[in-house]
């Protein structure tokens, strides 16, 4: 084991499984290891590098904005936090963000607008949240409750209380659920990400919409993974025609900066007052002034890129030789392959090629902008590995 492997595991808690790769460097969609070896990256940090890495715009981006001030309290006014509040809602319809740090406070937030406006606007005193069966929602210890995974639970009790998770494509259940009259909001992601790449159906996504209005619910849709660009259109939501009360985001938001956003819709507007929430980190000016410069890419021509890159692969994986199935939307996809995902992931790293897993599954999620002649390379090392 090399020493920075050995410090490593000397001085950082023991949380991650690494690969023994030491990534020295990156530009773009290539990355460098310590001992020169190159890949192709298809993980972006986990749907974060939206750009990839060391990208020149968004580099001089956050440069321009660590010139000027790095950080102020949310005691005063900075520009990059109102300009990029003002992008998200412009082109969401939302009409209020909160910023936090990360995807669990983004949902951490949209859980605190739940419970207040069911008080407040309900009268639900003792509300439930439902959030899905294979769901991930984050690792704080309530949004841990939210994440509808009882392996991730078992050590962390007691958890938040005040959580149900139901079966995805059971809208019965659902309905159910919903009757009982304490049910505050439903959260959902579109594709349920660290779940495995699976997409809620679209007859299930218009249940959800259509039993959260008949029973004055709110809608919240876990953005983290799924938004800003990964599948094709800004946020994935619209795919799928739903008008949610609260989206939540974070991962590839500033493009490599930590960064989470709650968006409020116009039912829950005003739920949020002083004090009611804070971060102190939150809206960061260099965070914003990055997330400003990544929303401002994700327009039409690069999304209809990100389309097309991704039918590219659907296409070149269905039906291959140990492929079984492709999932996913845009660049969000699951591959399942005849050998362990594990094995596949390991394999295509001693190619060069650097892709995830989520659960059974081989995961994709490339820059945005990957150059197409990388996403071919990288399409081809995965066949040959997949076919073994
Ligand atoms: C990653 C993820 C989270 C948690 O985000 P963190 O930034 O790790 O806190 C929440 N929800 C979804 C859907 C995610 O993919």
Redesign the pocket.
């Known amino acids: 084991m090399s020493n920075l492997q050995e410090r490593d595991r000397t001085y950082v808690a023991g949380t991650y499984k690494r690969f023994p790769v030491e990534i020295a460097s990156g530009k773009g969609s290539l990355y460098f290891d310590t001992a020169g070896k190159r890949y192709i990256d298809l993980g972006t940090g986990?749907a974060v590098n939206s750009f990839g890495a060391a990208d020149d715009v968004w580099q001089q981006a956050v440069i321009d904005q660590i010139g000027k001030v790095q950080h102020t309290s949310n005691l005063y006014y900075t520009e990059p936090c109102v300009r990029l509040a003002e992008m998200l809602c412009q082109r969401t319809g939302m009409k209020k963000v909160f910023f936090g740090n990360?995807?669990?406070e983004a949902?951490e937030c949209a859980i605190k607008v739940a419970r207040k406006w069911a008080a407040e606007e309900r009268n639900i005193t003792d509300p439930l949240i439902v959030t899905l069966k294979g769901s991930?929602?984050?690792?704080t210890l309530t949004t841990l409750a939210a994440t509808g995974q009882e392996h991730y639970h078992e050590l962390f009790q007691p958890l938040t209380p005040g959580f149900v998770h139901v079966t995805a494509g059971d809208a019965e259940e659902l309905a159910r659920v919903m009757m009982g009259g304490r049910v505050a909001a439903v959260l959902v992601?579109c594709i349920q990400?660290?779940g495995g790449v699976i997409p809620l159906t679209q007859s299930y996504a218009a249940a959800v919409a259509e039993l959260t209005q008949r029973c004055g619910a709110l809608l919240m849709v876990?953005e983290?993974?799924t938004g800003n660009g990964r599948t094709g259109t800004l946020y994935a939501y619209e795919q799928y025609g739903l008008k949610p009360d609260v989206v939540t985001t974070?991962?590839g938001l500033a493009g490599g900066l930590p960064l989470?956003a709650a968006l409020l819709g116009e039912r829950v507007e005003k739920v949020l007052g002083y004090g009611d929430h804070g971060s102190t980190f939150g809206g960061n000016p260099v965070c914003c002034a990055a997330a400003c410069s990544v929303l401002s890419r994700i327009d039409d021509d690069l999304l209809a890129e990100v389309r097309k890159k991704g039918n590219y692969l659907r296409e070149r994986f269905t039906g291959a030789p140990g492929i079984r199935e492709v999932t996913g939307l845009g660049l969000m996809l699951g591959l399942v392959t005849e050998r362990p995902a594990g094995e596949v992931v390991a394999d295509c790293m001693a190619e060069g090629i650097l892709c995830l897993t989520a659960k059974n599954k081989v995961r994709l999620l490339p820059a945005l902008n990957i150059p197409w002649e990388l996403l071919e390379e990288a399409a081809d090392g995965i066949l040959r590995v997949a076919g073994k």
């Open positions: 986990i990360s995807g669990a949902n991930f929602h984050g690792r992601e990400g660290e876990d983290v993974q974070a991962k989470g």
